[in-house]
């Protein structure tokens, strides 16, 4: 099967063969561009078709692939943690813009999908974040390097989870500059006594709440969050007031959510 009868008999949208098939070759797009007449060898064809089947059924190309792009960055994912979405790119924009200027502020993000800051107490300088639910690290990595003068503490209740987030690390070359921890909460970091930033991108969904079929094949304990979506981000957010070393908070959650944080 050469490349262009490859993307010409499947079901799936073009585009999405594209990423398929240049995936399945490691190469990039414009080289199946480049080279149509191209024959694929047995395993590759027998790669292609079954990432071809996988997506007919709804899995996300973020899994199949094993690759999802992030703040202009290729983070691995796996389904043991959640797709970045671009929303969250917007709380990585608020913690940098806060980390600049401290300030209060809801900002939109996506469609009813906001980041909220919020300063707490006073402080002369901040040298640490605490990435709360770091999932695949995206989160915490991309503000690593995007602030080399930080350090940074990200934890997750899964040790998939933090597997995953830890090889991230090691491939943007931040493994030094973020310590992964596994628990709950603030618990991971009982024994902090500097001022940090807390980011967080918690499960908010509630319970029940329909979702579309790609989210279907995610973590469901990184996307619900009890009958109001709020189990997770309340106490967070009231461990994080309670604590004296809490310089402010960066989070993600929904429009109606923010009013009671």
């Known amino acids: 099967m050469k490349i262009s009868e490859a993307l010409n008999c499947v079901d799936i949208s073009r585009l999405e063969a594209e990423i398929l098939l240049y995936s399945t070759l490691g190469t990039d797009r414009s080289y199946l561009l480049i080279n149509p007449d191209m024959e694929l060898s047995d395993d590759q064809e027998s790669t292609f ?31 043991d943690v959640l797709i970045p979405r671009p929303s969250t790119e917007g709380l ?13 502020e809801v900002r939109d993000v996506d469609n009813a999908i906001v980041c909220i800051s919020k300063h707490l107490n006073k402080c002369s300088s901040i040298k640490t ?3 709360i639910g770091t999932g695949s690290g995206c989160i915490a990595i991309t503000l690593a390097l995007e602030v080399p003068n930080i350090k940074i503490i ?8 933090l597997k995953v987030a830890k090889s991230n690390a090691e491939k943007h070359g931040v493994s030094d500059r973020i310590d992964f ?25 509630p319970d029940g709440e329909a979702i579309n079929d790609e989210a279907q094949y995610e973590p469901r304990s990184a996307i619900f969050a009890g009958d109001e979506g709020l189990d997770l981000i309340e106490p967070l957010i009231k461990s994080a007031k309670n604590n004296s070393y809490c310089w402010g908070f960066v989070v993600e959650c929904r429009r109606e959510q923010a009013i009671s944080l």
């Open 154 to 161: 990200a934890t997750d209740v899964s040790d998939k989870a």
């Open 92 to 104: 990585i924009d608020l913690a940098k813009d806060f980390l600049n200027n401290p300030c209060d």
């Open 129 to 131: 974040l605490v990435d």
């Open 49 to 79: 078709i079954e990432y071809i089947e996988r997506r007919s059924k709804g899995e996300p190309i973020a899994y199949i692939t094993g690759i999802k792009e992030f703040y202009g960055r290729e983070f691995k994912v796996t389904s």
């Open 181 to 205: 921890r596994t628990g709950s909460l603030l618990d991971p970091i009982a024994d902090l006594n500097e001022e940090f930033l807390l980011v967080s991108n918690p499960p908010y969904v």
